[in-house]
């Protein structure tokens, strides 16, 4: 965070030590209680309007099963608009105003550094399900709680399919945001673990234009390496993937792979841009089919319709899913804790019906972290157990986007490495080169040979080849084009040496340069000939 941010942060930490937190708890007639809790989303957002089609629906879904609960969540949604200050002043409106004791989200990670300050001070867990910067999850702010993975449980995954490859190199393009800086360190440290380097990061502006991203992409032309790790949301993310295609890197040659921030939505990304896309490789949290999570989809995606009637169909993707089951744990807390409150009241004099708050705490704080920290449960999401403030490791699926739809190719697990099925143990390390246990992937350009990663730069020299008619044609035999020039040649020794290059790990762009004249005589003997590489000649077009 720079310093203004945290001056902000501080600030309006100030503003809110000066607030009371009112009655959290409205008990009506028939003894039923109510929790207050905030959501903040970017409504604006894909993400954020998925969420919210989920959270609603999950209020809706839990209290239809526990119709007897006496503690209800009341859900207040406020919209972000992808802004940290925003988020933050909305925070500080739903505590004061509304006595939230409990917030969902925010969305993105720089938001939730000001979000879990607010919350953590007033006591007041604040459970985000998208943020995924390592750094959030800090011992200073117990109140925060992430129901979803850190971007450092994914940067193993990634290493192994880079490894599993042979590529020696990658370079990193990311959103110039703390969550697309947040994975670099961790990503740093898993390459190294495999021999892999980073000769270079490319950092992007969220906010970059179409051609701000173009002279990017040129500079990464001009260098070597050809394998790209893309870390980004979908809006940067759909930029960069039209200009790529448009420049000729969605071709023979180069690999792409995405990392949660594309591939978890990769069936909600446009159809144009998944195009763009083809050939690409992605990493993506798994989640288990089963017959809920499908009967849950259909429900869904009708309600997404009501709900965004303008825009196009798209999937529940594990944000909705992680959103749903991060209000099925927080209703479930909620009633626990109401019931030992109740308890406890009884036994305390009931005169003090204001004693619920000390000024800007929520006293109800402790017990409900402690309520959330403690259920487990199987939601439509997987395992949900946030017993180390976020979920742990579960297991990641590698996809390929073929013909502008995503294909699942295999899993990654922290025991078997990549593997095409998930109940396959015999997987255990690939061999330099050879091919990863996945089902077949197809390469930008439709191509079905595995990129080598590394190529001289497409502005850079070629490898210049002398090559001489022999006496023998069927070791040597050079031909001229008389109308464009080109060289060819052919013959046993010919065939060796581009046999030889296709074996070397790395693309060498290369063309012969012929030491005969035009009429197909040799310039000189072999002696001379050899003698050319000492001499430095770069074509032998001038007699000797
Ligand atoms: C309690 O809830 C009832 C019904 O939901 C509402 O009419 C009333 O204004 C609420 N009271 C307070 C103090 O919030
Ligand atoms: C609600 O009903 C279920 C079974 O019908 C029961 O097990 C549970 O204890 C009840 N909960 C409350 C709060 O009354
Ligand atoms: C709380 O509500 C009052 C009255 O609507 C408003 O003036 C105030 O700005 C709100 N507080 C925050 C922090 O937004
Ligand atoms: C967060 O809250 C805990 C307990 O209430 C407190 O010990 C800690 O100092 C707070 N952290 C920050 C950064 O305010
Ligand atoms: C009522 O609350 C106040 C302030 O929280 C406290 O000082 C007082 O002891 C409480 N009274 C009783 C009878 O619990
Ligand atoms: C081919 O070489 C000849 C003679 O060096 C030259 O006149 C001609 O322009 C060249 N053609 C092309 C297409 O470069």
Aim: glycine fraction near 8%; proline fraction near 4%.
């Amino acid at each position: 965070m720079d310093t203004t941010a945290k001056t902000t942060s501080l600030l309006l930490l100030m503003v809110l030590s000066f607030l009371g937190l009112g009655v959290a708890q409205n008990v009506t007639q028939r003894g039923a209680g109510i929790l207050n809790v905030g959501a903040i989303l970017n409504l604006q957002s894909l993400v954020g309007k998925i969420a919210r089609t989920s959270i609603l629906m999950a209020m809706e879904d839990f209290y239809e099963v526990h119709r007897n609960y006496t503690t209800k969540l009341v859900l207040h949604i406020r919209g972000s608009n992808g802004d940290n200050i925003q988020a933050a002043s909305e925070a500080v409106d739903l505590l004061e105003n509304y006595s939230v004791r409990a917030i969902i989200g925010p969305q993105k990670s720089s938001e939730a550094t000001f979000v879990s300050d607010i919350g953590n001070n007033s006591q007041v867990p604040v459970i985000s399900f998208t943020a995924t910067n390592p750094a959030l999850l800090s011992s200073n702010v117990p109140y925060f709680l992430r129901a979803t993975l850190s971007d450092a449980a994914q940067v193993k995954s990634l290493a192994a399919l880079i490894k599993a490859y042979g590529w020696r190199e990658v370079v990193p393009i990311y959103e110039e945001t703390d969550f697309g800086r947040g994975i670099i360190p961790y990503l740093v440290d898993a390459l190294q673990e495999v021999g892999v380097s980073m000769p270079y990061r490319s950092g992007i502006s969220q906010s970059a234009n179409s051609d701000q991203v173009e002279q990017e992409l040129y500079k990464l032309m001009t260098m070597q390496t050809r394998v790209y790790i893309v870390h980004m949301s979908s809006t940067i993310g759909s930029i960069l993937f039209t200009k790529a295609k448009e420049l000729g890197m969605m071709s023979d040659g180069y690999a792409w792979i995405l990392t949660d921030g594309m591939a978890n939505i990769i069936n909600s990304i446009s159809p144009l841009v998944l195009d763009a896309m083809d050939g690409a490789l992605g990493v993506r949290f798994y989640v288990p089919k089963s017959k809920e999570l499908g009967y849950f989809t259909t429900r869904w995606t009708m309600r997404y319709k009501q709900d965004n009637p303008n825009d196009p169909p798209t999937e529940p993707s594990i944000f909705g899913l992680r959103g749903y089951d991060t209000i099925w744990t927080l209703a479930q807390a909620a009633e626990k804790v109401s019931m030992i409150n109740a308890i406890s009241q009884k036994q305390q004099q009931r005169k003090n019906s204001t004693c619920l708050g000390t000024l800007g705490m929520s006293t109800i704080g402790p017990k409900l972290l402690d309520a959330i920290l403690q259920h487990k449960f199987k939601g439509l999401s997987g395992d949900f157990d946030l017993t180390n403030r976020q979920l742990q490791f579960s297991i990641f699926q590698i996809i390929n986007v073929v013909r502008s739809e995503s294909k699942e190719i295999g899993f990654w697990t922290a025991k078997g490495g990549i593997h095409r099925n998930l109940n396959q143990n015999g997987y255990k390390d690939t061999y330099l080169n050879s091919i990863p246990d996945l089902s077949p992937v197809v390469w930008p350009g439709e191509a079905n040979i595995v990129p080598k990663g590394w190529q001289f730069p497409t502005y850079g020299k070629r490898l210049r080849v002398g090559v001489r008619t022999s006496g023998y044609p069927e070791f040597m035999k050079v031909e001229r084009d008389p109308v464009t020039n080109v060289t060819t040649a052919t013959g046993y020794a010919i065939d060796v040496f581009e046999e030889v290059l296709k074996q070397l790990p790395y693309a060498i762009p290369y063309e012969y340069v012929a030491f005969d004249n035009a009429q197909g005589v040799s310039h000189g003997t072999y002696n001379d000939f050899v003698y050319q590489v000492h001499l430095g000649v770069r074509n032998f077009g001038s007699p000797i």
